[in-house]
């Protein structure tokens, strides 16, 4: 009697392909992948890979499919989903990933091919990647001097309208440089929680069980991990810990709540930012969490379970018209507007192809209809945060310019009092808090802090 076969290992590229075609379904990648990857035991080494195969294949979408057309007689928009994203998938192996043999990538891709569909499938992949595995280096960009935009927008993957309008808004140079750094790896960012702990108490534990881990530059709880799952760790069931890159964690310095205090969160869900205003707070004050998104607070509640905090209130409601009559004035408003993630590529890079100038355009109303509401919770002297996630006017300066102008009683000011000593350089001329991958390593950030007057029609400092 022979011994019962074991089943092969998880292979990261069916997996990937698996994530991939859903997230060309609609789905966000972070959430699938963090889902499947819950589900599946891999290898350290294969977890990785997989990440690194459904982002970069993401990132470099529009370089893959200009690679692919040159080998194929069909458009590749008339191609399946499926096979469309699997050839995605293997060029992007084979024109990143120096680790992975040309043939491997093939040889991979037909076979998940043949599981999807036999015959003229197989034939076909099998056809297409052969010959452009072969030819891909010769395939000729857009001409860099007679077309420069075209030339950034297929080098660097990323939409014709978001080169041009970053080009005019960033310069050449910039521009250049903010799509290299979009389509690299960010880094893994965790908040230490100091309800319950320390950054160096958990640097500690990690490097203990041989984890590299080190303190972050800028925030004062942040650790940059990397080889581990941090989402599927007993420190983080503990709630030692959130997940957060920096960026966002120097919101809840921006905004400075203090214990005791009354804080209005408008659009919290799923509530890194608002958990970090209690640990902040040391967990005393009232917070008031609302969102449109049931699934999000519930997910909020879970977390203030998880850290130990129990100052949260969260509301189901639309920020712009949210009229409780029970409720006074707040002594800090914060505006975590819905904006177009534009700054966020690095771990969302689908959303440089869900993203549109008319999506743009929506949101900016959008955002100026929040601030507005927003500034009738703010008591006199009371501070008011709007903060975003993307690096266009249209949604940051443009529309703190626009509720200045409309709201008398607001003023721009710098936060540098609050800040952490290594942030003071993100505040720029203005006052704006800016941060970018290409400058800092960081997510594109932007916030404005407004001070509303105190009612004898002065400012307090």
């Known amino acids: 009697m022979s011994a019962p076969r074991t089943p092969p290992p998880p292979d990261p590229r069916g997996i990937a392909w698996q994530v991939l075609r859903r997230v060309e379904a609609g789905a966000y990648s972070d959430v699938v992948l963090g889902q499947t990857l819950a589900r599946v035991a891999l290898l350290p080494k294969d977890r990785a890979l997989t990440v690194r195969l459904v982002y970069g294949t993401l990132a470099w979408q529009l370089y893959l499919d ?7 007689h069909r458009p590749l928009a008339d191609l399946d989903s499926a096979i469309r994203i699997l050839l995605r998938l293997a060029m992007f192996q084979i024109c990143f ?24 499938a197989t034939s076909f992949v099998n056809a297409v990647l052969r010959r452009a595995a072969e030819g891909w280096k010769s395939v000729p960009l857009p001409a860099r001097d007679r077309d420069p935009i075209g030339y950034l927008s297929v080098r660097y993957s990323h939409p014709r309208w978001i080169v041009e309008t970053w080009m005019q808004e960033y310069g050449a140079e910039a521009t250049e440089a903010l799509l290299r750094a979009n389509n690299e790896p960010a880094p893994t960012v965790l908040r230490a929680n100091r309800l319950r702990t320390t950054r160096d108490a958990l640097i500690t534990m990690f490097r203990e069980r041989s984890l590299d881990a080190c303190p972050g530059q800028y925030a004062p ?9 941090p989402l599927n760790d007993p420190l983080y069931r503990q709630g030692l810990y959130s997940l957060q890159g920096e960026a966002a964690q120097l919101v809840g310095y921006l905004l400075n709540p203090q214990p005791g205090e009354s804080v209005l969160d408008l659009c919290a869900a799923p509530g890194g930012k608002t958990t970090h205003l209690a640990e902040l707070m040391h967990g005393r004050g009232r917070i008031v969490a609302v969102d449109t998104q049931r699934k999000g607070l519930d997910q909020l509640r879970r977390e203030c379970n998880r850290l130990g905090i129990d100052c949260v209130a969260p509301y189901v409601a639309d920020a712009r018209t949210w009229q409780p009559k029970d409720l006074p004035a707040f002594d800090r408003v914060l505006v975590d507007a819905p904006c177009s993630g534009l700054g966020t590529l690095r771990q969302h890079p689908e959303i440089r192809w869900r993203r549109t100038p ?27 945060l709007y903060v975003t996630c993307t690096m266009l006017r249209a949604e940051n300066e443009e529309v703190v310019t626009d509720f200045l102008g409309r709201e008398r009683t607001f003023t721009l000011e710098r936060p540098d009092p609050s800040l952490p000593p290594s942030a003071y350089a ?18 594109g950030f932007f916030a404005a802090r407004l001070r509303r007057s105190d009612g004898q029609g002065n400012v307090p400092a």
């Open 97 to 120: 990933l120096d680790k992975v043999p040309t043939f491997a990538a093939v040889d991979t891709a037909v076979r998940l091919a043949k599981g999807y569909r036999h015959g003229a």
């Open 66 to 72: 200009h690679l692919l057309a040159g080998f194929t």
């Open 426 to 443: 993100l505040i720029d001329s203005h006052g704006f808090f800016r941060t970018a991958p290409h400058l800092h390593g960081l997510d």
């Open 221 to 229: 709880e942040s650790i940059v991990v990397s080889g581990f799952d």
């Open 358 to 384: 008319a999506s743009v355009r929506e949101l900016s109303r959008l955002q100026r209809d929040l601030l507005a509401q927003a500034a009738k919770w703010v008591r006199p002297g009371g501070v008011l």
